[in-house]
Structures are given as structure tokens and as C-alpha cells.
């Protein structure tokens, strides 16, 4: 019986930023559909969680880069059994610090990127695929290739996925969700700090987590195949 994983994109990328791990991963379990599924173009924020849990079907795996996991952690929550299980990548219970999760970006830096965002939308998007490189390999290499895979839609939507990663606190929504859960993080990511591993651990015991040496915040575009191999083994250890 073929098993389903929808992957959900992080902000301000499209489907080509996941294609590589996605292809490498059908490759590796070839009894698994994997669909890179785009984030909602809504403008109104508190649309987008119900948008995607119409949209996406009821009975399947859940996963995502940045943004896309903590999507994908809310809808697991909300979804209970009918989640298969859930797999995030270089993605936070807060993307933002917060009382009582210190292991996030600092409030005053993502609140300089947002002005930022208002003020040049287009200049904080380049400084944004730059963030996302740096403490790779390769970044400039990795830059260009997330240069690529940048969304093209209004800027108000993109303003919209900024306000759910300000919003979004997952806590509560990870321990609520029963389900098998893998949580991969990059050691130099500079959006989503290495010491979110250590408090994701202490948060949900049952998880499997695990901090990947020497990737950026683009983890699942720089080490596909990686990074595929971790979720293959993940499926395999949940589907026997």
C-alpha cells in the first residue's frame, strides 16, 4: 500500500527549493508519493491554515522547510490520527524568540527584517536568500540555487507568511500531536539557531531530533540527498 508525504515550502520560495530532496526520496522509498505543495497566496493570514487543511488530503504524512514545517506541525495537531506523521526541516516551535523559548531569532532582528520588508521588498528578498546560505558549504552556490526557487507572487502575501512566522508558537501544537515526529535542524543556520535542537528535544522526548553538521537554513536544498537517506530510514522505521 503506497504511503503519501506532502512537503510544504518555507517563505518566499516555491516548489523548486524542495524538488531535488523530493526526487532523491521517491528514489529511495519507491512505495511513497512525495508532492511539494505550495504555501496558500491569501493575504489574510488567519486563511492559511484552513486553506491548506482543505486542500491537502486528510490521510498523509505532513512536512516542510522553515515556515512550511511549522504549517505543517499546526496541521498535524489539528489533524490528530489522521496525520501519518510529521517531518520538519530548519524549522522552529518559534521562529521568533519568546517568553520561555530563548532558542529562536531574536524579537528586534525579525521585527528589523519585517520594516525592512515594508520599506524594499525586493532588496530584504535578496538579503533573505543570503541569510539562508550563509553557514553552508558552498553559499554562493547555494544562493543562486535558492535565487531560482524564489516565489513569484504579491507582495502582500509574502507580507502575510511574515506575520505567521511572528504569530505562529508551536509548542503546544508538537506536544499535542501523538503522531511520529522528525525534526531536522542545521548546525550553522543563522535563522534557526543550532540550540533549538537541545530545547526541541527537552520539549517532546518521544521526537526524534537531530541537528545536521554544517548546514544553513537551506538544508533540505543543500544536502538532498542527505538529508533523503535520514527520511527514508525515519519511513521506513514508521511504515514497517
Known sequence: MREQLILLPGWGFDARALSPLAEQL??????????IAPLPALVQED?????????????????????????????AARRGRACRGLVTLASNASFQTRSGWPAAMPGPVFRDFCQAFELDAQEALKRFVLLCSRGGFDPKTLARQLQVSQLQVPTKVLAAGLRLLAQLDNRHALQKYAGPQLHLLGEHDVLVPAAAAGALDRLLPAARIQLFRRASHALPLEYPDDVAEILAGFFGAHCG
Not at 521517491?26 to 508532492?35: E, F, I, K, Q, Y
Not at 504524512?61 to 522553515?66: A, F, K, V
Open 26 to 35: 521517491a528514489r529511495l522509498v519507491p512505495w511513497l508519493t512525495v508532492d
Open 47 to 75: 486563511a492559511w491554515l484552513d486553506e491548506l487543511h482543505l486542500r491537502l488530503p486528510e490521510t498523509c504524512w505532513l512536512g516542510g522547510w522553515s515556515l512550511g514545517g511549522m504549517l505543517a506541525a499546526q496541521l
